[in-house]
Each structure stands twice: as structure tokens, then as C-alpha cells.
């Protein structure tokens, strides 16, 4: 504010602020401020007080250099070369000459360093205009690879779902076909072989009243409804249905244990899988009394998120080797796969057989 007035009002007087201004500079060791409240206090007394314009212009010159600014030193030496004596303007021409000198060419190097900057900077860009088309051309060409790869993952994915529905298909009917053969032979065989027998025990007036006779009838109306293929109501004591199933076959050499087979395991299973866990199970236990001759036989049954385990354990011969797919572990194998199920076999135990089927709720 001082400054612009005294430019202003030539007689207006800031050397008070001028001063006030320096010694804050001072206290605040602001070397820059200092350089330049010496140089206006010099400028205020170059027409008014020669000594006192000397001694502040010596005063910016030091401080110039301690900050080693060029601008501002060759601006002291000016004021030295005027206000001096004679013999000391020589010296301080000299001195500024050489520091003018050397400014002159830092500034001169400088510009050819920018002109060498800015014609490399052009040739960049030139250069990059240059590989700007050569990638546009290349982008080009990735574009149609990437779309290429995503046609493929979509025909490969398509193609996927087709062959797995294909697949699950010719397992449903192959399901069926098995049902369909398993229904004749039980109508042909079964049933046929039942009827002549109740034939038989109904001509023997011993036997008439026999409760057996009852229970090969009841039996024989059952296996007309498999071959039949009669529809099932739903059960909703499917677990007393397995309890009454599996402890079926215990008998006074065979201990059946059972554990976890409960009503809430079954709640949310659909009646296709209740259907055919029922036949695997009854599958696992027609081997364990024909060929197993295992004295314990534990099952249990666990639910692990959305999935239902059961675990077979018995202490028999086991078996010896790698399952051999005869018959009934063939269907056993179809009817695991039908509701997205697996059955593994440990055959790898000192003792016995372990068996776990895990299948998923719904």
C-alpha cells in the first residue's frame, strides 16, 4: 500500500511503513521480504539521501545473494554503480558485467533447451498421430477377436445346456425303460408265481385259515400295483416307513440301529426322492442279509444345509475291490442320479462296509 502511494504522491513519505514492514521481515528471517524492503527504501533515497540510498542498496545486494537471486543482484549492482565513490563503481561494474554475462547465458541455454524441448514434444506428437492409426487398426482387430471369443463361450454355453438336458433325458428314460421292464417281470414272474401259490394253499384245507396265506395275498396285491404302476399317495410317516423298512431286516444274528431318521428330515424332500431312497435303502439292506453277514448294522440319516446324508456301516466280510455293477447296484446307480444324488462305497476299511448317499432336499 505504502509503495503504490509513494508511486503515486512522489511526496508522500512510506519510509515509516518501509521500515515497520523491514522489521517484521527480520524477526521472521524473511530474507525475500528483506530483499525487498531494501530495494524501495534504496529506490526512496536515491534523490533525497545518497548514503542512506548506498547503504540499504549494499544491504540488498548481500541478502540477493544469500538467496541467489541473479534478477535481484544485477538490480543491487545498478544502485552500487550509481551511488558509490569512483574507485568502488569500477569494481561493482565489473562484478556486474560478469553476473549480466552469465545471466545472459543461463537464459540463452535455457531458450535452446526449450526449443530442443518443444521440437522434441512436436516430433512426439507427430509420432503419436502415427501410432494413433496404427492402433486404431489394432483396436480393430481386438474388437473382432473379443467378440469372436464371446460368440464362442455363448455357442459353447448353449451347446452345454442342450447336451446336459439330452443327457438328463436319456437318464429319465432309461429310468423308465428299467421301470418299464421291472414292472413286466414283477407282473410276469412276481405276481404270476404269488397267484399260483395262493392257488395251491387255497386247495389245502390245513392251510386255508394260516395267517401266511394272508400275507402272500396282501404281497401279491402289491406287486399287481407295482406292475400296474399305481399311483402313491402322499406319505406323511415316510420316517416310520423307513424305521419299519430297515428294522425289517434285523433279526436275532442282525442288530439294526438307526439314528436321526426323524419327521422334520423329511419334511421339504420331494416324493420322488422319498421314493427312491426308500428303494436304494431297501436295495442296501437285501445285500447286506444275502451277502454281508454282519452281526451291527448302523444307518444315519443328517441334514448339512440343504443337502441329506445317510451313513451305512456294517461289520460283514465287506466287499472286496471296486463295487461290481450287477443289477441292483446298477439301479441303485440310476435312481441316485435321477434325483441329483451320489453314493460312494469305502471299501478301504479293516472291517466291513461304509457307504454314504448324499442327496440334495428339493
Not at 524492503?37 to 534523490?47: F, G, M, P, V
Not at 474388437?143 to 438336458?165: E, N
Not at 436275532?252 to 431312497?277: C, H, M, Q, Y
Amino acid at each position: 500500500m505504502s509503495l503504490t502511494k509513494w508511486r503515486q504522491n512522489p511526496n508522500y513519505n512510506p519510509v515509516a511503513n518501509f521500515l515497520k514492514a523491514l522489521h517484521i521481515r527480520e524477526k521472521i528471517n524473511d530474507q525475500w521480504g528483506q530483499n525487498s524492503s531494501y530495494a524501495h527504501l534504496a529506490d526512496y533515497y536515491i534523490q533525497k539521501q545518497s548514503d542512506s540510498a548506498l547503504f540499504y542498496a549494499n544491504k540488498m545486494y548481500h541478502v540477493a545473494k544469500e538467496i541467489k537471486s541473479a534478477d535481484d543482484q544485477l538490480e543491487a549492482l545498478q544502485k552500487l554503480i550509481k551511488l558509490s565513490p569512483p574507485k568502488e563503481t569500477k569494481h561493482f561494474f565489473n562484478v556486474y558485467e560478469k553476473l549480466n554475462d552469465s545471466v545472459q547465458i543461463a537464459r540463452n541455454a535455457a531458450k535452446n533447451q526449450f526449443a530442443l524441448i518443444r521440437y522434441d514434444t512436436e516430433k512426439s506428437k507427430a509420432d503419436n498421430l502415427v501410432l494413433q492409426k496404427d492402433n486404431e487398426g489394432k483396436r480393430y482387430q481386438i474388437i473382432i477377436l473379443i467378440i469372436g471369443i464371446l460368440l464362442l463361450i455363448i455357442v459353447g454355453t448353449l451347446w452345454y445346456k442342450k447336451r446336459k438336458q439330452r443327457l438328463e433325458l436319456e437318464a429319465q428314460n432309461t429310468i423308465r425303460d428299467n421301470k418299464l421292464k421291472t414292472s413286466q417281470k414283477v407282473h410276469d414272474v412276481v405276481a404270476n408265481g404269488l397267484y399260483r401259490i395262493m392257488s395251491k394253499l387255497d386247495n389245502q384245507e390245513t392251510l386255508k385259515d394260516n395267517p401266511i396265506v394272508n400275507e402272500i395275498e396282501e404281497l401279491y396285491e402289491q406287486s399287481r400295483d407295482l406292475s400296474y404302476e399305481k399311483p402313491k399317495s402322499k406319505d406323511q410317516n415316510f420316517h416310520e416307513k423307513i424305521f419299519n423298512l430297515l428294522k425289517s431286516f434285523a433279526s436275532e444274528n442282525t442288530r439294526v440301529i438307526l439314528v436321526g431318521n426323524s419327521a422334520p428330515l423329511w419334511e421339504k424332500v420331494s416324493e420322488k426322492a422319498k421314493d427312491e431312497i426308500e428303494h436304494i435303502l431297501q436295495e442296501l439292506m437285501v445285500n447286506m442279509g444275502k451277502h454281508s453277514q454282519a452281526s451291527d448294522v448302523v444307518i444315519k440319516f443328517e441334514q448339512a444345509e440343504q443337502k441329506i446324508n445317510i451313513y451305512y456301516t456294517d461289520n460283514g466280510i465287506g466287499i472286496a475291490g471296486k463295487p461290481q455293477p450287477k443289477n441292483g447296484l446298477t439301479n441303485t446307480g440310476n435312481r441316485i442320479d435321477a434325483i441329483g444324488g451320489t453314493i460312494t462305497f469305502d471299501t478301504k476299511v479293516e472291517k466291513g462296509l461304509k457307504i454314504q448317499i448324499s442327496f440334495p432336499v428339493s
